[in-house]
């Protein structure tokens, strides 16, 4: 969905407003996007929370999103597959630049899930994408795993007016 309008208030309302009752109805949405994305194999994971930004929110909506994509799907799940490395400063206001450099190394995948990725096909999920930068940085992490091919599906995605 466009993150706009509703599209931002749901996403919002998962992310900050605690509405975990939004994940089934919003997995189900994202599953039937994802279905042409999904091989027998596919391993889906999530962007990860710094642990700092996880205590704060006391949940990754990301995961939340993908757990029950992969429970809708069949599909093998690894909520611990990636790791941020440091904390990140919040990507609001940033440029498409300054986004990817605040990502540059944050983001890796977990040593002892490293044997997951190799040579299998992954999908990662997040709630929004505006620049890309965070997928950017998950899938270069993932492809030095040898995972691939590697799609990625969000729930909602930022774009500017034409």
């Known amino acids: 969905m466009h993150y706009s309008g509703t599209g931002r208030d749901l996403v ?8 975990l009752d939004l994940v089934p109805p919003l997995a189900d949405w994202m599953a039937r ?25 006391r949940y990754n909506q990301a995961a939340e999103l993908a757990r029950a994509l992969a ?24 440029t498409r630049d300054e986004r990817h450099a605040n990502l540059d190394g944050a983001i890796t995948v977990t ?9 299998r096909p992954l999908l990662i ?12 940085a998950a899938t270069e992490a993932a492809l030095s795993a040898g995972a691939e091919p590697i799609c990625t599906v969000t729930l909602a995605r930022v774009a500017k007016a034409p």
Do not use: N
Request: hydrophobic letters at 40%.
């Open 12 to 19: 919002l309302a998962l992310k900050h407003g605690d509405r």
């Open 125 to 136: 999920v997040d709630d929004v994408m505006t620049s890309g930068a965070t997928l950017s």
């Open 33 to 57: 996007a994802a279905a042409p994305l999904l091989t027998p194999d596919t391993l889906i994971a999530p962007i990860p929370l710094h642990r700092l930004r996880l205590l704060r929110r």
């Open 111 to 119: 040593p002892r899930r490293a044997a997951l990725l190799r040579g």
């Open 71 to 94: 429970r809708r799907t069949g599909h093998a799940y690894c909520a611990d597959l990636f790791t941020r490395a440091r904390p990140t400063s919040s990507q609001k206001g940033k």
